[in-house]
T-cell receptor, first 113, second 115 residues
């Protein structure tokens, strides 16, 4: 079993839709939870991060973590064509000064105008 | 502008040849990383280096080698021993101190194709 599971998609939605992207994980020691966005043929960039259960909002984006269920989500409101990208969840374990980052496989999102 | 520069962007190699991918950063970051990205497999860590002249194997180091002679530079050599080298390679770094834990700054990647 992989430590982090993510539906690869692709996910295709009309412009303005609410998008829900999800990851589950098996290692309860993960301390931080992140979402990276990766445009085609580019490197990923950090979109949002959180370290506690609950919701965190940033504009049209909401990151949700449920540690008891080992489940994280990213919601995108009023989706735009510019949101078309691959979204990678990442789980972080900090131990002895080293940060181990475990990525999901990524979900490819297409927002259709 | 500060950032991570990877070169070349695209590279073709014949089987049996070694190839070196360049990664240079001017962010003054201490730690640098090499990841490999394949469809359906996400990012997998090849090697990482937390300080100059020191580096550690990641999860899939076999068939790869690195060096860290300068803080700014962390080149990756894909050797002929790597059985399936065709992939998208990403170099990353993290800032020192109390930045966001786990925040990686990525280059734009190098796509290697073995013919």
């Amino acid at each position: 079993q992989k430590e982090v599971e993510q539906d690869p998609g692709p996910l295709s939605v009309p412009e303005g839709a609410i998008v829900s992207l999800n990851c589950t994980y098996s290692n309860s020691a993960f301390q931080y939870f992140m979402w990276y966005r990766q445009y085609s043929r580019k490197g990923p960039e950090l979109l949002m991060y959180t370290y506690s259960s609950g919701n965190k909002e940033d504009g049209r984006f909401t990151a949700q973590v449920d540690k008891s269920s080992k489940y994280i989500s990213l919601f995108i409101r009023d989706s735009q064509p510019s949101d078309s990208a691959t979204y990678l969840c990442a789980m972080i374990l900090v131990s002895g000064g080293y940060q181990k980052v475990t990525f999901g496989t990524g979900t490819k999102l297409q927002v259709i105008p | 502008d500060g950032g991570i520069t990877q070169s070349p962007k695209y590279l073709f190699r014949k089987e049996g040849q070694n190839v070196t991918l360049s990664c240079e950063q001017n962010l003054n970051h201490d730690a640098m990383y090499w990841y490999r990205q394949d469809p359906g497999q996400g990012l997998r860590l090849i090697y990482y280096s937390q300080i100059v002249n020191d580096f550690q194997k990641g999860d899939i180091a076999e068939g790869y080698s690195v060096s860290r002679e300068k803080k700014e530079s962390f080149p990756l050599t894909v050797t002929s021993a790597q059985k399936n080298p065709t992939a998208f390679y990403l170099c990353a770094s993290t800032p020192p101190g109390q930045g966001v834990p786990g925040e990686l700054f990525f280059g734009e990647g190098s796509r290697l194709t073995v013919l």
